[in-house]
């Protein structure tokens, strides 16, 4: 069974940074792609930075690039998101989603159920 | 970026009866050298995270019942539920996965009449 369990979200002041983790099992990690997608409360959904388990290639959103950094642990069967710079839109509960293949270019299968993060002062 | 838009923004459905929901895309989404549209629908229900429905714009997932179906090509894709159940009642997007970013629609809200 495929799961998926992100953690690392909380309360941060506008500038800081976190480290949100997602901690994957039921599936051979390394070889699909991994996403990150957020949702401001009572919002809808934002892909925000994809990980490719085919070649390692990494997308981000126009909204995050030069302060968001995904990478993954193949060894740890983690994915990670590395949120610098962060500001207040960055609030959300931001979910970890396996694609269905290795390429990039592939619908998110399963999804977890979320960390918030909070940026305020 | 391809830009995602979704009709109407909430409908409210008798129970038995069938709901449509539309979603289009600002460029085709299409790849000519698959012939796949390259377009997933997701159902959110309160407290909840997505869960798959459709992909490739018609193909279900497995587990979904088939009361779900997707259909469309290009930019013009439709969500049909055939005989709305009271599980159904959920927000339903549209993404699509062609180009970077992979753009969501804003969402449609799905009630009982």
């Known amino acids: 069974e495929v799961q998926l369990l992100e953690s690392g979200g909380g309360l941060v002041q506008p500038g800081g940074s976190l480290r949100l983790s997602c901690a994957a099992s039921g599936f051979t990690f390394s070889t699909y792609a991994m996403s990150w997608v957020r949702q401001a409360p009572g919002k809808g959904l934002e892909w925000v930075s994809a990980i490719c388990g085919d070649d390692g290639s990494t997308y981000y959103a126009d909204s995050v690039k030069g302060r968001f950094t995904i990478s993954r642990d193949n060894s740890k069967n983690t994915l990670y998101l590395q949120m610098n710079s962060l500001r207040a839109e960055d609030t959300a509960l931001y979910y970890c989603a396996k694609s269905s293949g290795g390429s990039c270019y592939s619908v998110s299968h399963y999804w977890g159920q979320g960390t918030l993060v909070t940026v305020s002062s | 970026d391809i830009v995602m838009t979704q009709s109407p923004d909430s409908l409210a459905v008798s129970l038995g009866e069938r709901a449509t929901i539309n979603c289009k895309s600002s460029?085709?989404?299409?790849?000519?050298?698959?012939?796949?549209?390259?377009l997933g629908w997701y159902q959110q229900k309160p407290g909840q995270p997505p869960k798959l429905l459709i992909y490739?714009?018609?193909t279900r997932e497995s587990g979904v019942p088939d009361r779900f179906s997707g259909s469309g090509s290009g930019t013009d894709f439709t969500l049909t539920i055939s005989s709305l159940q009271a599980e159904d009642v959920a927000v339903y997007y549209c993404q699509q996965y062609y180009n970077i970013p992979f753009t969501f629609g804003p969402g449609t809200k799905v009630d009982i009449k």
């Open positions: 460029q085709s989404v299409l790849y000519s050298s698959n012939n796949k549209n390259y």
């Open positions: 490739w714009a018609s």
